[in-house]
Structures are given as structure tokens and as C-alpha cells.
């Protein structure tokens, strides 16, 4: 156990609905990293948030969206929901700038887009 | 580009060392790591390696960093039934906010 949650586990959408997924970090992280991973590949970094800041972004489209809150806590938004966002959500936390950064993760959110 | 590389699949007797092999491409990432992802679970870090060292050794667990070649494995030792599952490694980007880029995962196969 990591001590990462995510909720929900499992959610279905239909294709143009907003869709939020939520994250609690591990006790004493600052840092949450969300990931994007489809069936059959590795995860895709779609950004991170620091500081309630996002804090770098990989190659996603600006619906994909995210908070952060003063308990370091995080969400993704994602609007107007396409087929090729089903995939598995996945959320870590992390200790931003320690030598490691080693990423703990929740066991993620499975979204189906139909 | 930043880019990771694993074989697929790998298949081997119960018993028996499992060896999976990762290349990177960032001559910059300061540490490499690998996960282990069960059936429908999220990514278990297993180990991690810091980039001057060439091995690393946890139980059954060995890494090996050929950091000229950017070559990266891990060995089990003594396969069992329960190591099946998908392995990824991953390289960190120092220079965009500590950015994880991951390979495509190596589903490991135990035959009894």
C-alpha cells in the first residue's frame, strides 16, 4: 500500500461529457504527477502540480485541466470527453526535489469513453 | 526526443532467472527505475539505481546500468508464479520538473 487514493476506480462517459478524477497524496508529499496510461503502453505524463501550481505538462490538449488543494490533495478535469481518453488514470505522489523523486502511485481510475 | 524501449514479452520456466532489458535515451536522467504493474492494479515501485552506480542488489532483485550503452536490466532471481506481471522502467527528467518517461512495459510470462 502507497497511501495514494483515487477515486473513483471505475467510470463510463459518453463522448463531449466533463469527467473529474481525484487524487489524495501519501502523508508528507507536496507533489502530485497525473498519468494517462492506455491499454497495452507505458504511462504518459500529462502533467504535474506543485504548490497548487501546475509544475510542467506533457503533450496534452488544454482539456485536460487540474487543482491542487492546501492538503496537497489533486484533481483532473477532463472536458469535452473523446473515445481515445478511455484509458487508465493514474496518480502519484512524490516529495518535489528530494535526490530520488521516487513516485508513489494509486492503484488509478479506469475510464471508459462511448 | 526522450524515448524508452523494452521487449513486449518474455517467457520463462518457473525457477529460473528472468532477465529484462530497457534502453533510455536521456545521457541526463540521474536515476532509473523500475515498476511492477499486476492485473487491473496501479505501478509498484521495485527498485530504483542512481546513474554512477552500475549495479544495484535487493533479495532476488539485481540491476545492472551500462550507462554508455543506456542499457538498463533487471534480473530476478528464482522466478515464481507470483512475479507475473507487466515490468516498466522508467527514466526521470532532471531538467522538466522531475518528469517519469516510461517504456512500454515487458509482460513476464511464467511457464511452470
Known amino acids: 500500500e502507497t497511501g495514494v487514493t483515487q477515486s473513483p476506480t471505475h467510470l463510463i462517459k459518453t463522448r463531449g461529457q466533463q469527467v473529474t478524477l481525484r487524487c489524495s497524496s501519501q502523508?508528507?508529499?507536496?507533489?502530485v504527477s497525473w498519468y494517462q496510461q492506455a491499454l497495452g503502453q507505458g504511462p504518459q505524463f500529462i502533467f504535474q502540480y506543485y504548490r497548487e501550481e501546475e509544475n510542467g505538462r506533457g503533450n496534452f490538449p488544454p482539456r485536460f485541466s487540474g487543482l491542487q488543494f492546501p492538503n496537497y490533495s489533486s484533481e483532473l478535469n477532463v472536458n469535452a470527453l473523446e473515445l481515445d481518453d478511455s484509458a487508465l488514470y493514474l496518480c502519484?505522489?512524490?516529495?518535489?526535489?528530494?535526490?530520488?523523486?521516487?513516485?508513489?502511485f494509486g492503484a488509478g481510475t479506469r475510464l471508459s469513453v462511448l | 526526443g526522450e524515448d524508452v524501449e523494452q521487449s513486449l514479452f518474455l517467457s520463462v520456466r518457473e525457477g529460473d532467472s528472468s532477465v529484462i532489458n530497457c534502453t533510455y535515451t536521456d545521457s541526463s536522467s540521474t536515476y532509473l527505475y523500475w515498476y511492477k504493474q499486476e492485473p487491473g492494479a496501479g505501478l509498484q515501485l521495485l527498485t530504483y539505481i542512481f546513474s554512477n552506480m552500475d549495479m544495484k542488489q535487493d533479495q532476488r532483485l539485481t540491476v545492472l546500468l551500462n550507462k554508455k550503452d543506456k542499457h538498463l536490466s533487471l534480473r530476478i532471481a528464482d522466478t515464481q508464479t507470483g512475479d507475473s506481471a507487466i515490468y516498466f522502467c522508467?527514466?526521470?527528467?532532471?531538467?522538466?520538473?522531475?518528469?517519469?518517461?516510461w517504456g512500454a512495459g515487458t509482460k513476464l510470462i511464467i511457464k511452470p
Open positions: 502523508s508528507g508529499h507536496n507533489t
Open positions: 522508467a527514466e526521470i527528467l532532471m531538467d522538466s520538473n522531475y518528469q517519469l518517461i
Open positions: 502519484a505522489s512524490s516529495t518535489y526535489g528530494t535526490d530520488k523523486n521516487i513516485q508513489y
